[in-house]
Every structure is written in structure tokens, then in C-alpha cells.
T-cell receptor
Framework: GENVEQHPSTLSVQEGDSAVIKCTYS??????FPWYKQELGKRPQLIID?????GEKKDQRIAVTLNKTAKHFSLHITETQPEDSAVYFC?????????????FGKGTKLSVIP | DTAVSQTPKYLVTQMGNDKSIKCEQN?????MYWYKQDSKKFLKIMFS???????INETVPNRFSPKSPDKAHLNLHINSLELGDSAVYFC??????????????FGSGTRLTVV
């Protein structure tokens, strides 16, 4: 099955700086890579996703890049704000052979210092 | 309108009891899931259902059993609860189209505490 590694486990940045979180996956059949943000006591919420036929996607201050050859993808947050503080999860999914699940990384706790 | 709703939000129970958590989605998705989030925040897949068929069952004790009366509902039954079952349980749903997963959405979670 799929295995997703996520680094770093914790990340502290000054407000206004950029934050980068990196993930690697093991299954070359994976074709969907979402990122979720989970605030304390709340559900994980999708913030951005990318599919295997795209190399980069941007949505305002958030961008995701995918390198299929190296099997890694990254989340980039620019101009960080205190409300960006949360746990971020990467995930990978491959559909086929009856498998549809998202496999998650272990999360990165991002702290944005005002 | 809540897209994926779970009940109850909190559940405190004694060891050895049997309990159920309900999940309903109104997104018209064809696949539903249960995840367990432990104290270290790791999200681990427990079950997934596609068109009322169990398609994934990870290394979960058989005390846990999913029940899906229709494609909008996936309930989780837990027998003989143990202390280690304490966690937050999230239901989720998605729509699988071709080779891609769309709209993976989580419920608000059920915090289970076994005492």
C-alpha cells in the first residue's frame, strides 16, 4: 500500500515569512495529492490539491508543486499570517484495484509568530 | 446544510461497553470512509465503502464493524471498548470518477473517551 512521509513535523516562522512543507510518497500509481489544514478541535479541511497530470497549482498565498519522477510534492505558503497556524496534512490517493482511500502524512504543526 | 455529519460529537463510556457512531453525507458521494486520529494527530484509515461494498479493511480489530444501510450512511459499531480505543473518529466521503477522487470531505469528528 501507499506510504506518505511528511517533513518537518513542526515548523515555526515569523509572520510574513514563507513556509514550506514537503512530502514523499511510495506508490507510483498515486494520482491525487491534496493538502488539508486542521485547526485545533476541528475537522481537516481541504486547502489545495493537485493531480498527477499537473506540475504546479497556485491559489492566492498557497501553492503546491508535484515531482512525479521523484515522487514528492510540497506545500508553499507565502506571506504567512497568524491564522495560518494549524496542523497541515499531505495525502496521496490512487484509484484502482478497489482502492480509493487517502493515505495521510503524519502532519506538520505550523506556528506563525506575530 | 452540513455536508458530512457525525453523531455524537462527544462520547464517554466505560471499558467493555458497545457503542455506535453515525455518519451521513448529503453530497451524493459514492464512497465513505472512517478514520481514527490518535493523540499524536495521525489520521489512519479504518474502513471505506464504495457502493455499499467494503473495499478496504486495514488492520483494525474485529471489534470494529462498519454498517452501511445506503450509500449516504456509514455507521461505525464498536464492541467491547478498550482504553486504547480513545481517539477522535472522523467520517469522510468522496466521489470516485474514473481514476480520480473528488471532493474528499470530512465530518466534524467524534471524540471517544473510554474510561
Amino acid at each position: 500500500g501507499e506510504n506518505v512521509e511528511q517533513h518537518p513535523s513542526t515548523l515555526s516562522v515569523q509572520e510574513g515569512d514563507s513556509a514550506v512543507i514537503k512530502c514523499t510518497y511510495s506508490d507510483s500509481a498515486s494520482n491525487y495529492f491534496p493538502w488539508y489544514k486542521q485547526e485545533l478541535g476541528k475537522r481537516p479541511q481541504l486547502i489545495i490539491d493537485i493531480r498527477s497530470n499537473v506540475g504546479e497549482k497556485k491559489d492566492q498565498r498557497i501553492a503546491v508543486t508535484l515531482n512525479k519522477t521523484a515522487k514528492h510534492f510540497s506545500l508553499h505558503i507565502t506571506e504567512t499570517q497568524p491564522e495560518d497556524s494549524a496542523v497541515y496534512f499531505c495525502a496521496a490517493s490512487e484509484t484502482g484495484a478497489g482502492s480509493y482511500q487517502l493515505t495521510f502524512g503524519k502532519g506538520t504543526k505550523l506556528s506563525v509568530i506575530p | 446544510d452540513t455536508a458530512v455529519s457525525q453523531t455524537p460529537k462527544y462520547l464517554v463510556t466505560q471499558m467493555g461497553n458497545d457503542k455506535s457512531i453515525k455518519c451521513e453525507q448529503n453530497l451524493g458521494h459514492d464512497t465513505m470512509y472512517w478514520y481514527k486520529q490518535d493523540s499524536k494527530k495521525f489520521l489512519k484509515i479504518m474502513f471505506s465503502y464504495n457502493n455499499k461494498e467494503l473495499i478496504i479493511n486495514e488492520t483494525v480489530p474485529n471489534r470494529f464493524s462498519p454498517k452501511s444501510p445506503d450509500k449516504a450512511h456509514l455507521n461505525l459499531h464498536i464492541n467491547s471498548l478498550e482504553l486504547g480505543d480513545s481517539a477522535v473518529y472522523f467520517c469522510a466521503s468522496s466521489q470516485v470518477v474514473g481514476r480520480f477522487n473528488y471532493g474528499y470531505t470530512f465530518g466534524s469528528g467524534t471524540r471517544l473517551t473510554v474510561v
